[in-house]
């Protein structure tokens, strides 16, 4: 009897499936919709509404007989929404529906699609007795933050390495044992709906930090993590940043992605964008301001992933035969929105003639995108670095090359101060790619500068920024640089080779990190200080920023900072309490 339920379980998940259903790697699932009952409560995202199912290209609906708030609530987390609210079912206002094709839905509440739950094809014999279809209301996310667990490094909303707040510091889980039962139970507590997919391994980097709990065991309607059975993970040694929790959830669908596209591209993740501004007018974006944060917004809403670059010259794709007007202009995005419609821009609209550049200065009318499914993500090595300040007192006149880096406080380029002793702040900093792709400079190497005191190329003129800031108001006090004159895999996680060096740099001019690698700066290179001859005596900030400049492109920018207390004397530095204030609640 259970073989032949199986068995026909899996014909009626079939029929559905026959169609156009979406799919992860381990799971096969239908799309559903939720449809308006009247005109006035159509709205974005639909919350209520009839429950119809997608079968090649035509839409189906449920049978009402025996449907509970629990089959609600699992369909509810499968559109997207946290919770269903709570109230009598109601019905639809005509009588026999004949585009019913499921009844008998019976759920546990713990299942992640509908499907999921026990169900019967509704058929000649098999009809559904009331004739009406399932009405359906959902709760609607709220935009408060979720809090005590949020998401990192995903490249769309819903998804993400998954971190949990531990007194004022972000964890992450141990995937050992992490399954979709605990997914659905972390997508509903940060509001979403139930869990699309759960991950372990290093689906979404490494991260960086540490590993509070293992084993996260939940029944699925649990309403946080913390009532779910884990164990600390001090008693599992097998956990580590290889191996973390992460989720992809359901959220609603606002139908952002049919309001963009690409053209005239290099392929289908790279070309011009084109967007929908009103029904039936599509144009083009104009380039006075398109950066890394409006492409990482228009890669999110095509369904590409990320934003690996930002294209503004895109004169060669003019000639397209499809020629837009351009529709958008001063776009500004804070580069976590869903779609360009949500960042701030100008349009025909609120402006009398848009005007996409000036005589006096050249402005495209067409942007572009380049997005890709992987990205680097740089971590500095906050102990290792804490453990390396020393104040160095030196003479100028042994800086030569540095000082031709502009590496010092102005004081040292004015020529009564030609020999002068400097106070110079030194550390090293190991700069960790726990993303999941290799981090290269943004310039071909062609485009690279040569130093030729120190005889080396500059791949980026500013790797690394560093701040000496008051701890009143923040003001910078002084500062300092570190290019990049040579990217390289110094040292490895255990199991990984170097791939990138500079033995040969001038024959074979590639410099990257390597994922699961480290950049290193010792403290003894040039210009690896900050020139504190003219700071006063006092409590500082020492505050260090990796790409700070954002000028490659990385899945989490979030983490880039460090920040350190200084305590100066003017003959000692002592630095303490050093840490990546994203960590931090």
């Known amino acids: 009897m259970l073989l032949l339920q199986r068995v026909a379980f899996l014909f009626i998940l079939n029929i559905i499936c026959s169609g156009n259903c979406q799919r992860n790697s381990n799971n096969v699932f239908p799309i559903l919709r939720l449809v308006a009952m009247r005109q006035i409560e159509v709205s974005s995202p639909q919350t209520s509404g009839i429950l119809e ?3 090649k290209g035509r839409w189906y609906r449920f049978c009402n007989e025996g449907w509970t708030e629990r089959e609600s609530y699992v369909a509810c987390g499968q559109l997207g929404f946290p919770n269903t609210v709570s109230k009598e079912q109601r019905r639809a206002s005509y009588g026999f529906d004949s585009s019913i094709r499921i009844k008998n839905v019976k759920c546990e509440g713990h299942e992640s699609w509908i499907t999921q739950c026990e169900h019967e094809s509704a058929t000649i014999r098999n009809y559904c007795y009331s004739g009406r279809p399932v009405v359906v209301s959902c709760l609607q996310p709220t935009s408060t933050p979720p809090f005590g667990i949020r998401l990192k490094a995903g490249a769309f909303t819903g998804e993400g390495r998954v971190q949990i707040l531990s007194g004022s510091r972000w964890m992450s889980i141990c995937g050992n044992g992490w399954h979709l039962k605990t997914a659905n139970v972390a997508c509903r507590q940060l509001g979403f709906g139930t869990g699309r997919e759960s991950f372990t391994g290093a689906k979404f980097g490494q991260g960086h930090g540490k590993i509070w709990i293992s084993n996260v065991t939940c029944n699925g309607d649990e309403k946080n993590l913390n009532k779910c059975a884990y164990n600390n993970v001090d008693a599992d040694e097998s956990c580590s940043h290889n191996n973390v929790a992460g989720v992809s959830c359901f959220v609603p669908d606002v139908n952002h992605g049919k309001k963009i596209r690409i053209i ?55 000639a397209s035969s499809e020629h837009l007007e351009t529709v958008m202009t001063k776009v500004r995005c ?122 080396h190329y500059h791949s980026m003129e500013e790797f690394l920024h560093y701040d000496i800031l008051s701890t009143d108001t923040h003001q910078r006090v002084a500062e300092g640089h570190k290019v990049s004159f040579c990217l390289a895999d110094t040292i490895c996680d255990s199991g990984i080779s170097p791939r990138y060096n500079c033995s040969n740099i001038s024959q074979n001019p590639i410099q990257a990190i390597s994922v699961g690698c480290a950049d290193i700066y010792y403290l003894y290179y040039d210009c690896q200080w900050i020139d504190l001859t003219d700071v006063s005596s006092g409590t500082y900030v020492v505050k260090i920023t990796i790409n700070p400049l954002e000028l490659v492109s990385e899945s989490d920018f979030d983490n880039n900072e460090v920040i350190c207390e200084m305590e100066y004397t003017g003959l000692s530095a002592s630095v303490r309490n050093c840490r990546v204030p994203d960590d931090l609640m």
């Open 264 to 318: 005239d591209g290099f392929d289908e993740r790279s070309g011009r964008i084109a967007v929908q501004v009103k029904e039936g007018v599509w144009g083009s974006i104009c380039s006075d301001h398109w950066t890394l944060s409006e492409a990482s917004v228009a890669c999110r809403q095509l369904g590409l992933g990320f934003a690996l670059g930002a294209i503004q010259d895109v004169w060669y794709w003019t």
């Open 334 to 455: 804070k580069g976590n929105e869903n779609a360009l419609s949500e960042c701030d821009y100008q349009t025909n609209s609120n402006t009398y003639f848009l005007n996409c550049g000036t005589r006096l200065r050249f402005t495209a009318e067409y942007v572009g995108v380049s997005c890709v499914q992987a990205l680097p993500d740089l971590h500095l090595d906050v102990g290792a670095l804490q453990e390396s300040f020393t104040l160095d007192i030196i003479p100028l006149q042994e800086l030569e090359c540095a000082v031709s880096e502009n590496c010092f406080a102005p004081s040292a380029y004015d020529p009564s101060n030609a020999a002068s002793l400097r106070n110079l702040l030194r550390f090293t900093t190991s700069i960790w790619n726990r993303g999941t792709a290799d981090f290269s400079p943004w310039q071909s190497p062609s485009e690279w500068q040569y130093h030729e005191c120190h005889q």
């Open 53 to 55: 199912f997608e079968q």
